[in-house]
Antibody, heavy 123, light 107 residues
């Protein structure tokens, strides 16, 4: 059974930093691209960032470039999201999601999601 | 970015009703369209990918159709467990983008 477990969400002040983790199990983690998708309270879904299976390529939403960094440790089956210069509008539940098709980083949709971790940016 | 627009934003229906949700893309996306179901406090769940392929384990009362810019998600006979918010998502261009969601409520 595929499991994705996010952690690291917390209350942080504007301008602060946070690192999220996503521990994966139940599938060949090193074969799949992974994404982060967020959902602000009461709002819809917004794709944030993705990393290819090998870690050689990264992708970001334009609005987040320069503030967020994505990385992965295939030996630990873990995906990370480093978030810097956090703003109130970054407040959201952050989900990690596995791409369905191992040959691409986004086609075919996201077939497995974690339970999410809440990031609150507030003074 | 490819804009995805769902309609309606919300609807109310009875158990047993046939429900249709529409998703329109801002440009042609072939059949690179996926549908998700999300219940309150839970992660989204993939229902349909490539516009019309049912994800494993998803009940056959769910179906998807369309290509190009216009797509539909149909629930043939609404069940109590289907009351949720539904999102479409395009996987044709980057970044992947989602519709704003359609909340299906109880009438």
């Amino acid at each position: 059974e595929v499991q994705l477990v996010e952690s690291g969400g917390n209350l942080v002040q504007p301008g602060g930093s946070l690192r999220l983790s996503c521990a994966a199990s139940g599938f060949a983690f090193s074969r799949y691209a992974m994404s982060w998708v967020r959902q602000a309270p009461g709002k819809g879904l917004q794709w944030v960032s993705a990393m290819s299976a090998t870690g050689g390529s990264t992708y970001f939403a334009d609005s987040l470039k320069g503030r967020f960094t994505i990385s992965r440790d295939n030996s630990m089956n873990t995906l990370y999201l480093q978030m810097n210069s956090l703003r109130a509008e970054d407040t959201a539940v952050y989900y990690c999601a596995k791409v369905k098709d191992s040959s691409t980083w986004y086609e075919g949709g996201f077939d497995n999601w974690g339970q999410g971790t809440l990031v609150t940016v507030s003074s | 970015d490819i804009q995805m627009t769902q309609s309606p934003s919300s609807l109310s229906a009875f158990v047993g009703d046939r429900v249709t949700i529409t998703c329109r893309a801002g440009q042609s996306i072939s059949t690179y369209l996926n549908w998700y179901q999300q219940k309150p406090g839970k992660a989204p769940k993939l229902l349909i990918y490539a516009a019309s392929t049912l994800e494993s384990g998803v009940p056959s009362r769910f179906s998807g159709s369309g290509s190009g810019t216009d797509f539909t998600l149909t629930i043939s006979s609404l069940q109590p467990e289907d009351f949720a918010t539904y999102y479409c998502q395009q996987s044709y261009g980057t970044p992947p983008t989602f519709g704003q969601g359609t909340k299906v409520g109880i009438k």
